[in-house]
């Protein structure tokens, strides 16, 4: 068959079929357009620059002009998490009040990706400075996106907050979904291959390096067969822990104790008291 013939003869159905397709996919889900993820990229780089002005720019912000710098960077965000918000948002939720609020919680980010910057500075004796940070290292830029798209995940986004951590993910090789709960002073070294899943909740000064799951153990199934939604898959990692690289810790019951170590390749399902150092030559203590 010539291609002409192609063209005229088959091209209808399969268009046809395709279509149909879409449209069974597309009933009754919320999405946010074809040019959503360029949207959601240039969102993220808006940000960062609101940020930290200056830092990511490839000309040079004066020194009297930041206030400016600044507010145009937050305009422009608003506009464009706006527009992002009016294909992805239904009828019942005002996008105005999101903007507002998601807005009001940057210094408060801000001030969290202060201190991660300066746990990733305490606790890598290869860091020489700030800057080099924000610059160079995938731990910080993938927290940083994280910690962004965490807001929007409580403010109940859809979507959106998924794109960012993924752009993060593919950018960095660490994959932070938005849902999980983060606190202060948070450092992943290196972090290639790094998993933290939607239900972990990981507290104040905690460290880890490359390679690191915080995963599910395995899921609750409905009368379907379908893996059930909205309940507590994943570890909760209390403060002040170092995890070290390839460990796998599993499970929503499973709960690192404060101030304990995880050393290496170590395979954890069940919880640690605080305080403890588990190795792979030696059994981990069982909490009852």
């Known amino acids: 068959m010539k291609l ?3 063209f005229d003869q088959k091209l209808p159905a399969v268009s046809a079929k395709l279509l149909a397709a879409h449209r069974a996919f597309a009933d009754g889900e919320s999405v946010i357009g074809s040019a959503g993820r360029a949207r959601v990229i240039e969102l993220i780089e808006g940000l960062r620059s609101a940020l930290f002005p200056g830092i990511y720019e490839t000309v040079p912000v004066g020194s009297g002009a930041i206030d400016v710098f600044i507010s145009a960077r937050l ?11 009016d294909a992805a948002l239904g009828i019942d939720t005002d996008p105005d009040q999101i903007v507002t609020q998601f807005l009001e919680a940057l210094p408060e980010v801000r001030e969290l990706l202060a201190l991660d910057i300066q746990a990733a500075y305490d606790g890598d004796p290869a860091a020489r400075y700030h800057e080099e940070i924000l610059l160079s290292y995938p731990g910080f830029e993938a927290v940083m996106i994280y910690r962004l798209a965490h807001v929007l995940y409580t403010l109940h986004v859809p979507v959106v907050p998924r794109i960012m951590t993924e752009y993060a993910h593919q950018r960095t090789g660490i994959d932070i979904h938005p849902g999980a709960a983060i606190g202060r002073r948070f450092f992943i070294d290196h972090g290639t291959g790094v998993v933290i899943g939607e239900t972990c909740v990981i507290g104040d000064n905690v460290k880890m390096y490359q390679g690191v ?19 507590k898959r994943h ?4 403060d002040d822990v170092i995890i070290y690289s390839g460990a796998t810790i599993l499970g929503g019951d499973t709960r690192i104790g404060r101030g304990s170590v995880i050393g290496g390749n170590v395979w954890l399902t069940h919880s640690v ?3 403890s150092k588990v190795y792979n030559a030696q059994p981990a203590p069982i909490i009852k």
């Open 75 to 85: 305009r422009d965000v608003g506009i464009t998490l706006r527009a992002l918000l």
């Open 235 to 238: 570890p909760d990692i209390e």
């Open 4 to 6: 002409s013939e192609l």
């Open 273 to 275: 008291p605080p305080y």
């Open 213 to 231: 799951t915080l995963g599910a153990r395995s899921f609750d199934l409905d009368e379907h067969g379908n893996p059930v939604k909205g309940i």
